[in-house]
């Protein structure tokens, strides 16, 4: 009743007293005249205001290397590296601080306006404890929702079902026990290491049967100097974090044509292994194209202070070794004679410029000794590749791997990596069901080969339309094809020559695939639809007497199956539409742009619409008791 019974005792004393002194009147005062009894009051909510919709969303959903959503504790922070014209909060304010930092593992936003010729972000996420990444949005007029997934690296992992390895150490813990050697610092001559040896290493390596080969050794050498981005040198010795990302070309070479894992250490590639370098022309314009990587590794040096090491001194340069599965592919096949002095001005002079392929319709195989590998670094500030250098394949005796060493003269990311561009801009095909229907059911498309792995979720632009793929920069070299669906392959082939059991679809060009159409083995699940409002509700029911209605308002909504982002949601109003399967469980994540929070609620798959309820605090205004003692509104329902 919230104050209701107290202002209704008020209006009671008041009552009294007045007729009280009516009493005490008489009609020979020859006064005619009665006091009007005061206006009995109540506090009432004034109804919240819904937000704006705005042109277009963007929203950029945050796990960690193995798959997993990132801990409530961490507070990650996105910073876009493309200009934020156009960008605005969620409830269609100005941008700030605030709205770029988040302990609910997303950030989203939305668009003011949307040029006729679209618009791309590029952003770098960043988090204490874990390694940056990049990714890069783009929103048309016709497509102007885009939702994006950034897996982060913990600087510490082992033992992970995803072949990366991730170590934080002191320098001086770098000596093997039982060795004579000591290390010491002193920021004028740098690094100082004596004894048995004149270098200090951390090895890496990752050794999964079936899945992955490979590592890396970091070396740093004897009067090494640890300087910031601006050669300022530091105060006290850094730890050294090294992580090692295998390329998984061993599963990939050996995995069951019915078999799709879900989490892969190249999902963890920065910026995605489907990207832009600069052109090699030496203009400012960019090449489009992918990565097929031989493996790659992050190094940072880090003191107390957390100030970051950039670079070693004049002449300095730290030794990264890498062993290289054998498995790996090569679809840049260049090769270097014997006795060649000047690796770089051949590579040049014979297929590459700038680490770009330069060949003519190559013909792609597997990594041989003598091969030429292109040395790209990241800028994790900027979120951009660089080429560095190049490397020559070397054999170690081993029969599983092949080493590539590159000296390294500052620090980020260093991956071994052929750049092909694109065959065509893009590829478009259609999918149906094992009875030929257009396919109904949710699916991830995955696109690889040995060193390569692209995937694609919500191919119609998070419209909730798995019926066709449109596959935007696709790789210009030979690549597989399965479609995962609850954890399994579950692609037939192409339509016209499809089977009966799942496989894999080898193509040498994916352009090939355009206008085409492929059969999944299973048929489309039953398709509920719920409806779905989000609305405003007044949280500060203690300070008023009668509460305001619901206001629907449009926010940022988020669709998961267990862990999976299924769908997003943003710019049909405040009421729309889910498309749930049956035999799944789902939750909805939808944004409180008041308190800048995620809220969840789970979704019973049912056709029953329900409400999703956005607490805020509402103005309470004193207004005059007409009749009634009013509402006290009326909240969501689940469903």
């Known amino acids: 009743m919230g104050n209701n019974e107290f202002k209704l005792t008020k209006l009671a004393l008041a009552l009294g007293v007045t007729l009280s002194l009516s009493g005490c009147l008489s009609d020979d005062d020859k006064n005619d005249t009665v006091p009007e009894p005061p206006v009995p009051t109540q506090d009432v909510a004034v109804p919240p205001t819904a937000a704006e919709t705005q042109a277009g969303a963007i ?53 003011e306006s949307i040029p006729a010729d679209g618009v791309t972000y590029d952003y770098v996420v960043s988090a204490e404890g874990y390694l940056n990444n990049s990714g890069s949005f783009t929103v048309t007029t016709t497509e ?68 992955a080969v490979g590592g890396t ?26 992580a090692y990302f295998a390329n998984e070309a061993t599963r990939n070479e050996t995995e069951a044509d019915s078999a799709t894992v879900e989490n892969s250490s190249l999902d963890a590639f920065p910026g995605g292994l489907a990207l832009s370098v600069a052109n090699p022309d030496g203009s400012d314009s960019n090449v489009s194209g992918s990565f097929t990587s031989g493996g790659f590794v992050a190094i940072e040096l880090t003191d107390d202070a957390g100030n970051k090491v950039k670079t070693f001194g004049e002449g300095n340069s730290l030794t990264v070794a890498m062993q290289v599965d054998q498995n790996t592919s090569n679809p840049c096949p260049v090769s270097v004679p014997a006795g060649t002095t000047d690796l770089s001005a051949y590579a040049e002079a014979n297929g590459y410029s700038m680490g770009v392929c330069t060949l003519t319709s190559p013909t792609a195989r597997k990594i041989a000794v003598g091969d030429v590998f292109p040395v790209w670094s990241y800028d994790e500030d900027a979120g951009k590749w660089s080429f560095e250098s190049y490397g020559e394949v070397e054999g170690n005796g081993s029969a599983d791997t092949f080493d590539v060493s590159v000296d390294v ?62 596959i935007a920069n696709p790789p210009g070299f030979p690549v597989t094809l399965k479609i995962r669906q609850k954890g399994a392959n579950v692609l037939a082939g192409l339509a016209s020559d499809a089977g009966t059991t799942a496989t894999k679809l080898s193509v040498s060009n994916i352009c090939d695939l355009d206008g085409e159409t492929l059969k999944l083995t299973t048929s489309n699940p039953g398709i509920i639809s719920k409806q779905v409002t989000t609305q405003l509700v007044c949280s500060n029911t203690e300070e008023f007497d009668v509460n305001a209605d619901p206001v629907p308002t449009p926010t940022y909504s988020r ?44 979704l019973e798959v049912n056709t029953t619409p329900v409400t999703l309820d956005i607490p805020t605090v509402c103005e309470v205004v004193e207004q005059p008791i007409t009749g009634g003692t009013g509402s006290s509104g009326s909240g969501g329902n689940g469903g």
Request: proline share 3%; with cysteine.
């Open 59 to 111: 929203s950029v959903s945050l796990i960690d290397a193995t798959g997993e959503l990132l801990d409530e504790s961490v507070t990650a922070t996105i910073t876009f590296t493309s200009s934020e014209d156009g960008l605005l909060s969620v409830a269609g304010d100005a941008l700030s601080d605030e709205d770029k930092s988040t302990t609910d593992g997303a950030f989203s936003f939305t668009l």
């Open 144 to 211: 102007n929702v885009a939702a994006d997934e950034i897996r982060l690296t913990p600087r510490n992992l082992a033992d992970s079902d995803v072949p990366i390895v991730a170590e934080t150490k002191s320098l001086e813990s770098l000596v093997p026990e039982g060795e004579n050697t000591t290390v010491a610092y002193d920021p004028t001559t740098g690094l100082s290491v004596s004894g048995d040896k004149e270098e200090i290493e951390l090895p890496q390596s990752v050794n999964k049967a079936g899945v």
């Open 217 to 242: 050794t970091v070396k740093i050498k004897n009067g090494t100097q640890f300087l910031t981005a601006d050669g300022t040198a530091l105060e006290t010795v850094p730890e050294i974090t090294v």
């Open 409 to 470: 003269n500052h620090l980020s990311y260093w991956n071994l990596d052929y750049f092909n561009n694109n065959q065509c801009s893009s590829v478009s095909f259609d999918i149906v069901d094992s009875n030929d229907q257009p396919n109904a059911g949710r699916y991830s498309l995955v696109i690889e080969n040995n060193g390569f792995r692209r995937n694609v979720r919500n191919l119609r632009a998070n419209r909730g339309d798995y019926s066709q793929a449109n």
């Open 559 to 602: 669709l998961f199956s267990g862990n999976a982002l299924v769908n997003t949601y943003y710019g049909e109003g405040a009421t729309f539409n889910v498309a749930l399967e049956e035999g799944s469980s789902y939750s909805i994540r939808y944004y409180d742009y008041g308190n800048r929070q995620w809220l969840s609620q789970d």
